[in-house]
T-cell receptor
Framework: GAVVSQHPSWVICKSGTSVKIECRSL??????MFWYRQFPKQSLMLMAT?????????EQGVEKDKFLINHASLTLSTLTVTSAHPEDSSFYIC??????????FGPGTRLTVT | GDSVTQMEGPVTLSEEAFLTINCTYT??????LFWYVQYPGEGLQLLLK?????DKGSNKGFEATYRKETTSFHLEKGSVQVSDSAVYFC????????????FGAGTRLFVKA
């Protein structure tokens, strides 16, 4: 089956620092990856669509300079939360779309900013 | 824009009870419809899907039928188990390049032994 991994699975950082989250499709190539944010007991909010080799497309209201997305290869996309603040604490989930198939979700990364 | 509306939870049932979680959608085109499940502390897993009208998706005893006339995709299971306790998300995708997916708010299900 198609497997998507995320690293780290959880991270605690201090306010003002930056955190990088990796999303990898382990056994398939993903031309498109998505980044979601999930608040406690709420649904997933799409943050951005990441296409390999091009700039990410951000949803309305998502700060591009704060949430940097890089899709460097067909199997890796990274989300960097810059100058993190406590309100950025959340569960971040990525998904990878396999062409002609469906999207597969990573297990998520829980970010806590202190 | 496209949207998904699903019944609010939490839903609490006894083991072996019948489950229905309602889901309706609004879309400009002809979307694919999905149910995802999220177990505590885990990421989303695709439970079932349907890609066109009147299709029935099924998996692990769960079923949902794509009803274009009522724009619905209700999730059902005849006999729930404690292990079915999770959050269930209804979702749609317009299939227009890139597979962008819109999720409903999620419905939390508790099944008591």
């Amino acid at each position: 089956g198609a497997v998507v991994s995320q690293h780290p699975s959880w991270v605690i950082c201090k306010s003002g620092t930056s955190v990088k989250i990796e999303c990898r499709s382990l056994d398939f190539q993903a031309t498109t990856m998505f980044w979601y944010r999930q608040f406690p007991k709420q649904s997933l909010m799409l943050m951005a669509t990441s296409n390999e080799g091009s700039k990410a497309t951000y949803e309305q209201g998502v700060e591009k300079d704060k949430f940097l997305i890089n899709h460097a290869s067909l199997t890796l996309s990274t989300l960097t939360v810059t100058s993190a603040h406590p309100e950025d604490s959340s569960f971040y989930i990525c998904s990878a779309y396999r062409q002609g198939d469906e999207q597969y979700f990573g297990p998520g990364t829980r970010l806590t900013v202190t | 824009g496209d949207s998904v509306t699903q019944m609010e939870g939490p839903v609490t049932l006894s083991e072996e009870a019948f489950l229905t979680i309602n889901c309706t959608y609004t879309a400009t085109g002809y979307p694919s419809l999905f149910w995802y499940v999220q177990y505590p502390g885990e990421g989303l897993q695709l439970l079932l899907k349907a890609t066109k009208a009147d299709d029935k998706g099924s998996n692990k005893g769960f079923e949902a039928t794509y009803r274009k006339e009522t724009t619905s995709f209700h999730l059902e299971k005849g006999s729930v188990q404690v292990s079915d306790s999770a959050v269930y998300f209804c979702a749609l995708s317009e299939n227009t390049g890139g597979f962008k997916t819109i999720f409903g708010a999620g419905t939390r299900l508790f099944v008591k032994a």
